[in-house]
């Protein structure tokens, strides 16, 4: 075996080896803290998957030169995952394109804080930057109500909407006569949805302008779902996501776009 055919071996072998096990720690590690969506799970069973492929290499590639069909579809996969990546690299450029988190001067008749998820009875980490990048937009329309959109989370004994305004309240005194909660929503769909119900009753039009916050990941699929549910004058404040789970947010986020698409959700 020459010098350059080792090397060869060696470096793809090391690659995979490296980035599977930065893959699978980064969900080990989010999974202790009991936190389970696609954007965790895919990661660790790639991360599996490419540490296996590493350990094995010699024993796979041996086993598919004996079998010339299945290495022809081995390659095939791998020429389709290649492109997933790149789908998915176009998609993350995207989101890094829409974020935006400097605050429109504009006063807006409403604000609609989409839900991200509690903890123990306390706002996600992503949840609470939504709600601390919601305050400025409250301070600069006073008279704006606060729609705090989210349902009863599995585990959880109180809604997200409670927990939020309880938040809002603790954190940052913003009154409860401003606050409206619609604790119905399990997705962005009926968040907003669900709101307009709660914008008529306050006399607020779709028409009006609306800001709706939510994660800077989460603003484009928000956008494009509020487009098609009729709001027509929406601003939307993109929250800060926390650099532990920005990455598998991103993740999910694509396959959810990918849904919301199937499913006619914008």
């Given at each position: ?181 619609e604790d119905q929503s399990t997705s962005t769909e ?68 990918l849904s919301g698409w199937v499913f006619n959700e914008?």
């Amino acid at each position: 075996m020459t010098n350059d055919s080792a090397y060869s071996r060696l470096l793809p072998r090391a690659l995979l080896l490296i980035l599977g096990t930065v893959l699978l720690l980064d969900s080990l590690y989010l999974l202790i803290q009991k936190k389970l969506h696609i954007g965790i799970v895919l990661p660790l069973l790639i991360g599996t998957g490419f540490i296996t492929y590493a350990v094995l290499w010699d024993k796979i590639h041996h086993w598919l030169n004996q079998h010339i069909r299945i290495k022809r579809l081995w390659k095939t996969g791998w020429c389709l995952f290649l492109v997933w990546c790149v789908s998915l690299g176009w998609f993350a450029l995207k989101i890094h394109e829409n974020m935006n988190h400097v605050i429109d001067s504009t006063p807006v008749k409403a604000i609609i804080v989409l839900g991200s998820g509690v903890e123990n009875g306390k706002p996600s980490a992503a949840l609470a930057k939504r709600l601390d990048a919601a305050v400025p937009v409250a301070k600069i329309s006073p008279h704006a109500l606060v729609i705090l959109s989210g349902g009863l989370d599995f585990g959880e004994q109180e809604t997200e909407a409670v927990i939020m305004a309880r938040y809002l309240g603790q954190h940052y005194a913003i009154p409860v006569s401003r606050m409206a909660l619609e604790d119905q929503s399990t997705s962005t769909e009926l968040n907003l949805k669900n709101s307009k119900r709660l914008l008529a009753q306050h006399h607020i039009a779709l028409t009006d302008p609306v800001a709706i916050v939510t994660s800077d990941f989460h603003t484009i699929r928000a956008a494009a779902i509020a487009r098609k549910q009729g709001y027509t004058n929406v601003t939307m404040i993109s929250a800060p996501t926390p650099l532990l789970i920005r990455y598998n947010a991103w993740l999910r986020e694509y396959f959810a776009f990918l849904s919301g698409w199937v499913f006619n959700e914008y």
